[in-house]
């Protein structure tokens, strides 16, 4: 999967997941203050991150997350990691 493909993957998550509209949906938006999302979504959106990547995510990867970029790193970063 490359960051394209990793991108559109989260972009769909987020609209289907949170009826967000897609065109809020670049790299640069800040997940609470553009999107509207909250602490309940963020748990939520970690447990789809689980699905997509069929791997453990630790508080510890999701507590600098503040915009879609940095979601896109976290799940670049878990799909490069070694099983």
């Given at each position: ?51 997509i ?29 070694p099983?």
């Amino acid at each position: 999967m490359d960051t394209q493909d990793v991108f559109q993957k989260l972009k769909s998550t987020l609209v289907e997941q949170f009826e967000l509209d897609p065109a809020k949906i670049v790299p640069e938006a800040r997940l609470y203050e553009d999107l509207d999302l909250d602490s309940i979504d963020a748990v939520d959106l970690v447990i789809k991150l689980q699905e997509i990547t069929g791997r453990k995510v630790s508080p510890e990867d999701f507590k600098g997350v503040r915009t879609v970029a940095d979601i896109q790193r976290v799940i670049e970063k878990l799909i490069a990691a070694p099983q």
